[in-house]
């Protein structure tokens, strides 16, 4: 059988060989494992295209920056709402051509070059066995005695991490630097990316975790582990999107195109939420697999637009730089 | 003798392969940016933190090897083998190890709780010059050791022939060879230090841990603010060449002369309270160094079964490129086995991997397609890192044969393949072998400066073991770090013992 399915992915490769289009999709790193997105993605989309889809991983935009005009990329999948002021000014984006009216953001979406494909929200994740009481809003997480740990992501190196200062400017606003000092006694350790944090977390090593309101969902369906879960606060939670493009440079416009519409279908839509755990930007609740409508989700969704976010970005880091060193 | 214009070649390598891939960001940049705010903080404590580490590596390691260096006893080998895996281990996966045993939860507060003594905490900056000394202390344990072994073994029979005390003995034999090889293996890991990140923020515990690669991975990765990257790398260079050159002038003694090139054994330290000084080194050093590699093997079994088809293609790739990478690495190591070439080598690390993989993607870029480059890429990159510990190994015990047999040679009229094949490569086995076992150990676990290189198909071991923690597998990753970890030492353990084969080390 494996001897087969070798041969009939051999077959299908020197047919694309042969006289496929290739469609060049930039990913992040982690999209293109065996546990990511990218091998459904590529699946299903080859089935309905006739071409050949090809993903190349690595740094998204450095590398579409580096390349200018000469990239390869047809689409880029992956980006995230803090660089799209970066990407848009660079020229490099075209228009998405979609409409947009089947997308259930709770925020409003009106951008006519990157297309949402999933969400969350930034939120400490905990587990239960452990945390008997969570913290119930970000104030009482400020008051909570120092013995509660919390491990949390750097802003200066990972997309998370950012996404955290600019949530605790979204709250506390002038008050940042002051939060952070209330909070530093009970951050454990700042990490470089997200996997370490976690890895710390499972270790058993903070009780809270710097994560999205959507990782507990990970550990229902392919653990059957209830114990993890967010803790949702009043007060808000900032809002991640990830998002797709397709280049100005492109030759292949009119597949590209094809792609990005794609991403809004709802099999695209069906098979993100567990592919990536995250919430597909395009599906009503009630077609969300079912460790996913189990989910605690904030009614409060907090965003700054990206030019918002970049004039707030560096007073956000310095806030939290500031307010951790005291 | 080796001839001189390969030497150059092999230099202007090295200069070629560090300075050309930040001239060409700074090119790409346009010009120099400026620092941002907290980069001069991130200076100060990079330096400090980088000089504390290596300070404590290197003095740990005197009174280590020398304790092994004149005892026998079963195990010794093995030991001496396993010296080199925490170097090895990809970095998340040894800090998640120092953790479970210095962490919160660990072993140690688990201890002094059950005791019912306050907990110690290891976030802070001694909880990053502690995991430095983890992975730096038994790195200098070894080229000190190799230091001890190559005092002729004639001097040692001199000396307790004459009845020397242990103090004339230190002076006369022992301390001017550490004299020779301590600050050089000072120099080494202050510079790879100097480059830490992951390990300097995890364990700092905050902001204040800040590093200048942090900084450099912010302005490459974040804000593509590549002037301010290549700023920050040319100033990391200059710290380690400085480094590089206080070491050079420190270094300084000649050597023992000839010897009659054999290992015998050892008269001195034979003592009660030299003999239990001893036996408590190599217990201390061998229990922190080997208890958070059990504790990652003890995490690592259960993830075992979870590893797909991927995982063990990957660890294909990965040993594939740490076989070419060593044989690249001692090829271009013999030539440049000098004191002036090692630190030339240091740049090899000096230089951040990002901006070497940044400048090396835009040089490449215009004659060839980079994601087919991948692999290729991984491999001279991973033989440039590690050649200043090959240096490093090598240097000394080269430049002892070339002064004692160089003229002998001459006068013979040696070619320079003769000299190579009868004279140095015989003399240089054991180097040789250790330098080979850490090479390949290194690249087995090196990430780093592929990230625009990616190929989906051409996916190394540690970057799977990364991948898989980024999905939420935490318990795949470590069965993926046991294994990383277990080819690594095989691999080390198999080159370092052929070089060790017939001789009494």
Same mark, same amino acid.
């Given at each position: 059988?494996?001897?087969?399915?070798?041969?009939?992915?051999?077959?299908?490769? &020197?047919?694309?060989?042969?006289?496929?289009? =290739?469609?060049? $999709? +930039?990913?992040?790193?982690?999209?293109?494992?065996?546990?990511g997105p990218g091998p459904k993605i590529e699946e299903m989309f080859e089935a309905r295209c006739g071409c050949d889809l090809q993903f190349k991983p690595g740094d998204l935009l450095p590398r579409i920056l580096l390349e200018g005009e000469r990239t390869e990329a047809d689409v880029v999948i992956g980006l995230n709402t803090d660089v799209t002021k970066q990407a848009r000014e660079s020229g490099l984006f075209a228009p998405h051509g979609q409409d947009l009216s089947p997308l259930t953001l709770p925020v409003a979406w009106t951008d006519d070059t990157f297309l949402p494909f999933n969400y969350g929200h930034t939120a400490f994740v905990y587990n239960t066995e452990r945390l008997a009481q969570a913290p119930a809003s970000f104030d009482d997480l400020l008051n909570a005695p120092d013995d509660l740990k919390l491990v949390i992501q750097d802003p200066r190196s990972?997309? &998370?991490?950012?996404?955290?200062?600019?949530? =605790?400017?979204? $709250? +506390?606003?002038?008050?940042?630097?002051?939060?952070?000092?209330?909070?530093?006694?009970?951050?454990?350790?700042?990490?470089?990316?997200w996997s370490e944090s976690y890895g710390l977390f499972t270790d058993g090593e903070a009780d809270m975790v710097l994560s999205y309101t959507t990782s507990p969902a990970y550990h229902i369906i392919a653990e059957g582990d209830l114990t993890k879960k967010a803790a949702i606060f009043p007060e808000g939670h900032y809002f991640m999107v990830e998002l797709a493009a397709r280049t100005a440079t492109t030759d292949v416009p009119e597949l590209a195109e094809d792609f990005l519409a794609f991403i809004l279908t709802e099999d695209f839509q069906s098979m993100i939420a567990t592919g990536n755990w995250s919430i597909p930007a395009a599906l009503s609740a009630d077609k969300w697999p079912e460790g996913f409508r189990q989910l605690d989700l904030p009614e409060t969704v907090l965003f700054y637009s990206e030019d918002e976010a970049a004039a707030l970005r560096d007073q956000a880091i310095e806030a939290w730089r500031q307010g951790l060193s005291q | 003798m080796a001839s001189r214009p390969v030497a150059v070649i092999a230099a202007l390598a090295v200069a070629g392969l560090t300075l050309g891939p930040v001239a060409a960001v700074l090119a790409r940049a346009g010009g120099w940016a400026a620092l941002g705010p907290g980069d001069l903080d991130a200076l100060r404590f990079t330096v400090w933190q980088a000089l504390l580490s290596a300070l404590f590596s290197v003095a740990l390691a005197i009174p280590a090897a020398r304790a092994l260096a004149r005892r026998r006893f079963a195990g010794r080998g093995l030991l001496v083998a396993l010296l080199g895996a925490p170097f090895i281990l990809p970095v998340i996966v040894a800090v998640l190890g120092l953790i479970a045993v210095f962490g919160q939860n660990g072993l140690l507060n688990g201890a002094l709780r059950a005791a019912g003594l306050p907990t110690v905490s290891i976030y802070g900056l001694h909880g990053v010059v502690l995991a430095h000394v983890f992975f730096n202390l038994p790195l200098a344990t070894r080229m000190i050791l190799q230091g001890w072994l190559a005092i002729p073994a004639e001097r040692f029979r001199l000396a307790a022939s004459l009845g020397l005390t242990p103090g004339a003995l230190f002076r006369m034999l022992e301390w001017p060879m550490l004299l020779r090889i301590a600050p050089s293996a000072f120099a080494v890991i202050f510079v790879i230090c100097l480059s830490s990140f992951a390990v300097a923020l995890t364990l700092g515990g905050g902001p204040r841990a800040t590093t200048v690669e942090l900084a450099i991975y912010q302005a490459v990765r974040f804000e593509f603010d590549l002037g301010r990257a290549a700023l920050l790398a040319v100033i990391q260079l200059g710290l380690a060449m400085a480094a590089g050159l206080v070491a050079l002038v420190l270094a300084r003694g000649t050597g023992f002369g000839a010897g009659l090139d054999r290992q015998v054994a050892r008269w001195d330290g034979q003592g009660r309270a030299a003999r239990l000084g001893d036996a408590a080194w190599i217990v201390l050093v061998a229990a922190f160094l080997l208890t958070p590699l059990a504790m990652v093997v003890a995490r690592g079994v259960p993830g075992l079964g979870q590893l797909g088809a991927d995982a063990w293609e990957a660890a294909r790739h990965s040993l594939l490129v740490a076989l070419a990478s060593t044989a690249l690495c001692l090829a271009w190591a013999l030539p440049l086995a000098t004191r002036r070439g090692e630190v030339l080598g240091l740049a090899g690390i000096a230089v951040s991997p990002l901006v070497i993989g940044t400048g090396l993607f835009l040089i490449v870029r215009p004659f060839a397609n980079p994601f087919a480059l991948a692999l290729p890429v991984t491999t001279l990159v991973n033989a440039l890192v590690a050649l200043p510990f090959a240096l490093r190994i090598l240097a000394p015990q080269a430049e002892a044969v070339r002064r004692d047999f160089g003229r002998l040679s001459a006068g013979l009229g040696l070619t320079p393949l003769a000299w190579l094949r009868l004279v140095l490569l015989p003399r240089l086995r054991r180097p040789l072998g250790f330098a080979a076992g850490l090479t390949a150990a290194l690249s087995m676990g090196d990430l780093g400066v592929i990230a625009l290189f990616g190929d989906p198909d051409r996916e190394t071991l540690p970057l799977h073991v990364y991948r898989l923690m980024g999905a939420y597998r935490t318990e795949a990753a470590a069965g993926g770090a046991l294994v990383l970890l277990a080819l690594s030492l095989g691999l080390f353990w198999a080159f370092d013992r052929g070089g060790r084969v017939g001789a009494e080390a």
């Open positions: 059988m494996k001897a087969l399915t070798f041969a009939a992915g051999f077959l299908a490769a &020197s047919a694309a060989l042969a006289d496929e289009t =290739v469609l060049t $999709v +930039y990913a992040p790193d982690y999209f293109t494992s065996e546990w990972s997309i &998370s991490g950012l996404a955290l200062v600019l949530w =605790v400017q979204a $709250v +506390y606003g002038d008050r940042a630097q002051e939060a952070w000092a209330k909070l530093a006694p009970k951050v454990l350790t700042v990490t470089k990316g | -």
